[in-house]
């Protein structure tokens, strides 16, 4: 039986989403913004030789499609992906009124967001005192830290001392929707910080804010804090059945490759596999060769917008391009005929961009296993009806499937 490789470059994005104005890094909007083709451009300057040098080499994306899905997109051409390619390639667009994870990802899925996502003022304070009162009952604490937008770096900086001290959890938030609870892995603990997340969540959905995300860390002021890999996001549920719960409905494995089963609650979901990104790159190497006939993978790899977008890093957005690449050079060689690989994105988070925000973008949509196509412009769920048909499962979704 059939299988297919959904695989999200989180925060790949190609430029040109018509309704880019409408979105905001602080007062810029972000009309022009184009993640790839301005990491080529600022690699090809030479601008970007960090840990790398010269223009990006991403010769296995670009055969599949990747510089022609640019231009498809936005008009623009990214230097060195001239490639004519040897996979079936498009440009999709995003209906759901979001640039985060969840709205991305649950379109891809075959569900638009229904609804506007609840955000909070960028104020000092942020949140609202009803739930500020909220948060410290379930801590059991006299207060807590941040409240206010942050870098989730940034902001270890400047309250991880008064954390260790204080014992309050550091909450903060951004222009996504989204609560985030910072708490020390040893002095509050791991398993506390998680189950705060997990029961503030109901309150916290029920305000129609996607996610709470735990960001347990370690360290010390005079040494310096560092996230772990224990991060965790309690994201609301989809509203409707995605392309996971019409496989397993099927019968059909489903695995989860890194935050895939957070952000699907769970749901539809038959294994996780989790870790940092060179760690889920070994289990899809794994899930390439060992995975269920008629099973659907479904990864994600996060540190492109963790570690590079979100800090404005444009070498190092470039460098994990490269690695991505090279890895996917090897995984191709091994699908077999019938498998079907989807390389896509949820959102852009342009490394050249102003503010530190994901970027309103088209992105990518490049197959492997369907030879040579263009397949045109193209919307996020047909992702979701596409990888229905190739599974032969039943699917009543949003979406028209390009098989």
């Given at each position: 039986m059939a299988r297919v490789?959904?695989?999200?470059?989180?925060?790949?994005?190609i430029g040109g989403a018509p309704d880019a104005d409408r979105f905001f890094n602080g007062l810029k909007p972000d009309t022009g913004a184009n993640t790839v083709c301005h990491i080529a451009q600022i690699c090809a300057d030479g601008h970007a030789d960090i840990g790398r040098s010269g223009p990006l080499k991403v010769p296995t994306l670009d055969a599949l499609g990747l510089g022609k899905a640019i231009t498809l997109a936005s008009n623009d051409s990214a230097p060195g992906l001239y490639a004519r390619p040897s996979g079936a390639w498009g440009a999709a667009t995003e209906v759901s009124m979001g640039k985060d994870t969840p709205s991305g990802h649950w379109e891809l899925a075959g569900v638009p967001v229904p609804w506007d996502w609840h955000t909070f003022p960028n104020e000092d304070p942020a949140f609202p005192d009803?739930?500020?009162?909220?948060?410290?009952?379930?801590?059991?604490?006299?207060?807590?830290?941040?409240?206010?937008?942050?870098?989730?770096?940034?902001?270890?900086?400047?309250?991880g001392a008064r954390h260790m001290q204080t014992g309050w959890p550091i909450v903060y938030t951004s222009v996504d929707s989204v609560v985030q609870i910072a708490a020390h892995e040893e002095t509050f603990g791991l398993e506390r910080l998680l189950d705060l997340c997990a029961e503030l969540a109901p309150?916290?959905?029920?305000?129609?804010?996607?996610?709470?995300?735990?960001?347990?860390?370690?360290?010390?002021?005079?040494?310096?804090?560092t996230r772990t890999p224990h991060r965790k996001d309690f994201a609301i549920a989809p509203p409707e059945k995605t392309i996971c719960d019409y496989a397993q409905d099927a019968g059909r494995q489903v695995y989860a490759i890194g935050k895939i089963g957070d952000i699907f609650s769970m749901r539809g979901i038959n294994e996780v596999r989790k870790g940092p990104d060179v760690d889920l790159m070994g289990h899809l190497h794994d899930l390439v060769e060992t995975a269920a006939p008629g099973s659907l993978t479904f990864a994600n790899f996060v540190e492109f917008d963790s570690e590079y977008g979100h800090r404005r890093d444009v070498a190092g957005y470039a460098r994990h391009l490269e690695w991505f690449d090279a890895e996917l050079a090897q995984i191709l060689p091994k699908l077999a005929a019938d498998d079907l690989l989807i390389i896509t994105a949820d959102h852009g988070n342009?490394?050249?961009?102003?503010?530190?925000?994901?970027?309103?973008?088209?992105?990518?949509?490049?197959?492997?296993?369907?030879?040579?196509?263009?397949?045109?412009?193209?919307?996020?769920?047909?992702?979701?009806?596409?990888?229905?048909?190739?599974?032969?499962?039943?699917?009543?979704?949003?979406?028209?499937?390009?098989?």
């Open positions: 490789f959904l695989v999200v470059m989180d925060s790949v994005g009803d739930l500020v009162t909220k948060i410290c009952q379930a801590a059991g604490t006299g207060g807590l830290l941040g409240n206010r937008h942050a870098s989730g770096t940034a902001i270890l900086d400047d309250e309150t916290i959905h029920a305000m129609k804010v996607g996610r709470v995300i735990a960001r347990p860390f370690v360290g010390t002021p005079e040494a310096g804090f342009d490394p050249s961009w102003g503010g530190t925000d994901h970027t309103r973008e088209r992105v990518p949509v490049l197959v492997h296993g369907m030879g040579a196509k263009a397949l045109g412009q193209l919307g996020f769920s047909d992702v979701g009806a596409s990888v229905a048909t190739h599974l032969d499962v039943p699917y009543a979704g949003q979406g028209k499937s390009f098989l």
